[in-house]
């Protein structure tokens, strides 16, 4: 049984940091590419980040460049994205997921529950 759980988000001031942890199981991590998407309310869903299977690789949208880091450790089937300089606009639900091919949100084939990330002015 595949499990995607996400974790670390919560409420910050703008300008601040969070750190999303997304913890795979069930599944050999390395030969997923993985990705962060968020959704906010009456929004439609937004692919933030995406990193390849040995993280050599990785995608930024232009709404979070130069302020967001993904990174993963295979050893411990985890994916990180780091969160700095935080706006309001950031505020969303935040969604982890695993597929088989590189950043492309039609053929994910896991997805997280998705952890909160409020960021108040």
């Known amino acids: 049984q595949v499990q995607v759980v996400e974790s670390g988000g919560g409420l910050v001031q703008a300008g601040g940091s969070l750190r999303l942890s997304c913890i795979v199981s069930g599944l050999t991590f390395g030969d997923y590419a993985m990705g962060w998407f968020r959704q906010a309310p009456g929004k439609e869903r937004e692919t933030i980040s995406c990193?390849?299977?040995?993280?050599?690789?990785?995608y930024y949208a232009d709404s979070v460049k130069g302020r967001f880091s993904i990174s993963r450790e295979n050893a411990k089937a985890t994916l990180y994205l780091q969160m700095n300089s935080l706006k309001p606009e950031d505020t969303a639900m935040y969604y982890c997921?695993?597929?088989?091919?590189?950043?492309?949100?039609?053929?994910?084939?896991?997805w997280g529950q998705g952890t909160q990330v409020t960021v108040s002015s």
């Open positions: 990193i390849s299977w040995s993280g050599r690789n990785t």
């Open positions: 997921a695993a597929g088989r091919v590189y950043c492309s949100a039609e053929n994910v084939d896991y």
